[in-house]
């Protein structure tokens, strides 16, 4: 008869509120409010070090962290909402793609905006066709985005304050481009700043400057910023559909098996079986967790819950 895993052997996490601090920044995220000036790329690696500075010192001989992943990548002058994922928790960065952006931009029209401006904005609510600009780093083919809310905050003689809600993968400084030739006067993007990233928004953000204070106060033996800073990693995900599984199946999934209907404790309202087929046109991302709270993986939502047997979410990323 196998023995039980010991502690020590337990690929199960603890809950998201018992984790210690070097528990948390191994598997946790930050909603970073990124300046103008460095990359995204730059960001990444100073908050990387910061973590792993204060790991050496709370654990000399524990593990640090081997990078971080962050929410999209954004130039070096816009600013704004760049959640930031630590150490194992950068295997669920894909989480990112499933979400929306929203953004608030300067429109600097090259010609007094006509007086139906508004009107023409409005047109490019809905889906459009864009293609990746030429210093983009992925293939220039014509695609679809979906714009959910294009507002006009403020409109002055030759420019425009928008804010615009769409679709992951948008470019907006094309957007910006294609608005000018619309409304018949041609228009750059100006100033850009993020105001939300599903399942984030402006809200919460935190400086790199609170993320390094909070560092330091822990060093010192006061957590309580730090806890504030850096949230467990599952503060990601809740934006996707979830499905509950036992802990015996969660430890089978920590080698790579799939999650299979036995293990199935509960699934979200919106994840339906339709005469043994799922009602969406493909299978949606899903995120198990235990029933305290720890997430286990990421996978896609493909069989019945209900079912004796066979597989109820395809493994994609394991979390543990």
């Known amino acids: 008869m196998t023995n039980a895993p010991t502690a020590a052997e337990d690929p199960l996490r603890p809950p998201p509120s018992e984790r210690s601090v070097p528990e948390l920044l191994r598997f946790g995220v930050v909603n970073v409010d990124k300046p103008a000036g460095p990359s995204s790329h730059q960001l990444s690696a100073w908050v990387r070090d910061a973590i792993n500075e204060t790991l050496e010192t709370l654990e000399p001989d524990g593990p640090r962290i081997d990078g971080v992943a962050h929410a999209g990548t954004l130039d070096p002058k816009v600013t704004g909402c760049l959640p930031t994922l630590t150490g194992t928790a950068t295997r669920a960065a894909q989480v990112f793609l499933e979400g929306s952006k929203e953004y608030v931009t300067v429109l600097e029209l090259h010609g007094p905006a006509p007086a139906d401006f508004r009107e ?24 679809t985005r979906t714009i959910h809310d294009l507002d006009v905050l403020e409109l002055e003689e030759r420019r425009a304050l928008l804010r615009i809600g769409c679709e992951s993968g948008t470019y907006v400084r094309k957007l910006c481009h294609d608005l000018g030739l619309a409304a018949g006067v041609g228009a750059h993007m100006g100033h850009l700043r993020r105001s939300a990233t599903d399942p984030f928004d402006d809200s919460d953000l935190h400086t790199l400057q609170d993320l390094t204070d909070a560092l330091a106060w822990t060093e010192e033996g006061d957590e309580r910023l730090l806890r504030d800073v850096v949230r467990p990693a599952e503060d990601a995900l809740v934006h996707l559909p979830s499905v509950t599984i036992a802990p015996s199946a969660a430890r089978t999934v920590a080698t790579g098996a799939a999650v299979y209907a036995p293990g199935v404790i509960d699934v979200d309202d919106g994840l339906v079986i ?27 939502f493909v069989g019945d819950p209900d079912a004796e047997s066979g597989t109820v979410v395809s493994l994609e990323r394991v979390l543990l």
């Open 274 to 300: 339709d005469d043994g087929r799922i009602n969406d046109r493909d299978a949606p991302l899903v995120v198990c967790y235990t029933p305290e709270g720890t997430a286990v993986c990421l996978g896609r």
């Open 120 to 143: 023409v904005a409005a047109e490019f609510e809905g889906e459009i066709y864009q293609k990746p600009p030429r210093k983009s780093a992925v293939t220039r083919r014509l695609r």
